[in-house]
């Protein structure tokens, strides 16, 4: 079975310094990796996603993730934090096991909840 | 348009009621899910339609009840609840079931069992 690691429960960064969120996968195949992110009380919104292709993946509000097949990582990056990603942050990763029949099954790290200081 | 919406945002509900929470989406997508969420922790897979019918299961207790009346609509009923069911209830939905499509998020329910 698939499984995802954060390693980091809670991180504090000061607004406008880089931010690197950690993710370590476990599948035995290629996966689908997935960064979503959630602010209190609501949804999650879809950050940026890996299928194939190029490793290093960009998405929204100027995130990046790079896809590391040999550290079995794809962690989240962005140059400059501005205070409104203070939120949750969910890696996620979707594969196929042999009880889906075929079906994708995502499952969500733990979340690693970011703090920005003024 | 890449919406997913929920109602109600609240809900809160004895252990004897009956309610029902409703999930619609207009991105044509074929597949919808349900999520529970508990604080602090990650959404967790409750439910699975895959062109309106129910595919994967994941051991949920009999009280929740899905429904797909049609492409565009995802319905859990609920009855005879506990109070450790009170969670964030999560719809989603993705173009397909199989892999490699993402899945996209409504705000969700709050639920209250009391």
């Known amino acids: 079975a698939q499984s995802v690691t954060q390693p980091d429960i809670h991180i504090t960064v000061s607004e406008g310094a880089s931010l690197e969120l950690r993710c370590n996968y476990s599948?035995?195949?290629?996966?689908?990796l997935f960064w979503y992110v959630q602010s209190p009380g609501q949804g999650l919104q879809l950050l940026l996603k890996y299928f194939s292709g190029d490793t290093l993946v960009q998405g929204i509000k100027g995130f990046e993730a790079e896809f590391k097949r040999s550290q079995s990582s794809f962690n989240l990056r962005k140059p400059s934090v501005h205070w409104s990603d203070a939120a949750e942050y969910f890696c996620a990763v979707g594969a196929t096991p042999a009880y889906s029949g075929g079906y994708q099954k995502v499952t969500f790290g733990i979340g690693t909840k970011l703090q920005v200081i003024p | 348009d890449t919406e997913v919406t929920q109602t109600p945002k609240h809900l809160v509900m004895g252990m004897t009621n009956k309610k029902s929470l409703k999930c619609e989406q207009h991105?044509?997508?074929?597949?919808m899910y349900w999520y529970k969420q508990k604080a602090k922790k990650p959404p967790e897979l409750m439910f699975v339609?895959?062109?309106?019918?129910?595919?994967i299961n994941e051991s949920v207790p009999s009280r929740f009840s899905p429904e797909c009346p049609n492409s565009s609509l995802l319905n859990l009923h609920l009855h005879a609840l506990q109070p450790e069911d009170s969670a964030l209830y999560l719809c989603?939905?993705?173009?397909?079931?199989?892999?490699?499509?993402?899945?996209?998020f409504g705000p969700g329910t709050r639920l209250t069992v009391t």
């Open positions: 599948y035995g195949a290629t996966p689908y």
């Open positions: 339609y895959s062109y309106e019918k129910l595919s």
């Open positions: 989603a939905s993705s173009q397909d079931s199989s892999g490699g499509y993402e899945q996209y």
């Open positions: 991105m044509g997508h074929r597949a």
